[in-house]
């Protein structure tokens, strides 16, 4: 697939449109919660972002995930690489939640109540935080759930803010010290709907220490 921009993308002049999806470019995580019965439940999500340690997330309501989250206030970011993603699509078509919803049926959501077994993935106990990581994901992020917000204008959805307890990384993509190697970490990107990796590097801020 040829993904390059057309030469001319800078001055052609922009057009309205109205996409079903907004997924523009984002890294793929693997969200792990408690379950009622004390198994952990993996949810596939991409609305998600960082300050400092501070790690925000878009959770849709109706699904596992924010069912978990509002009994247990503790989750854990499990960060894909790009070879992940057969099993992360694994996961794309499962919930967690028993009834499944009926607009998640009607989406051709089916009920799975051992999504590590599902998706071949393997769990392992986290440090800080009850639900358990995910040994597979390069990268994993222990949280603890600081708020949950509704919007007002549209509540479908919730901001579930989070705090970052204890932080693990495979040694591979390490290079030295406390500093991941951008040069080997190669996240999971969905762009409209389509999983990614990165392309070779274009350059690095002033601010990169590697
Ligand atoms: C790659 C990918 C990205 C997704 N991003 C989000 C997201 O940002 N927020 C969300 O609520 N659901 C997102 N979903 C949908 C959830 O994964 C889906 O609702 C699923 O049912 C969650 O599982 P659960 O019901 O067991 O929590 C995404 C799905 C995929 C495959």
């Known amino acids: 697939m040829n993904c390059t921009a057309p030469e001319n993308n800078r001055v052609s002049p922009s057009i309205p449109i109205d996409p079903k999806i907004l997924y523009y470019g984002m890294p793929v995580i693997l969200v792990t919660t408690l379950n009622q019965d004390g198994t952990s439940n993996i949810s596939p999500l991409s609305s998600s972002w960082a300050l400092g340690h501070n790690l925000v997330l ?7 995930c924010i069912e978990n989250v509002q009994r247990t206030p503790q989750l854990v970011i499990n960060v894909p690489d790009a070879s992940l993603w057969r099993q992360v699509e694994k996961l794309a078509p499962l919930t967690g939640k028993h009834p499944v919803p009926d607009y998640k049926a009607q989406a051709g959501f089916q009920y799975e109540p051992d999504k590590f077994n599902a998706a071949g993935l393997t769990p392992v106990p986290s440090i800080a935080v009850a639900p358990a990581r995910i040994a597979e994901c390069p990268i994993q ?15 479908f959805f919730a901001i579930v803010e989070t705090q970052a307890q204890s932080i693990h990384a495979h040694p591979g993509i390490m290079a030295g010290g406390s500093h991941v190697d951008p040069s080997k970490w190669n996240p999971l990107i969905y762009n409209f709907r389509h999983y990614f990796g990165l392309s070779p590097a274009l350059g690095h801020t002033y601010r990169a220490e590697t």
């Open 58 to 64: 878009g959770m849709g309501f109706g699904g596992k």
């Open 141 to 155: 992020i222990e949280c603890e759930v600081r708020n949950v917000t509704i919007p007002e204008y549209a509540s």
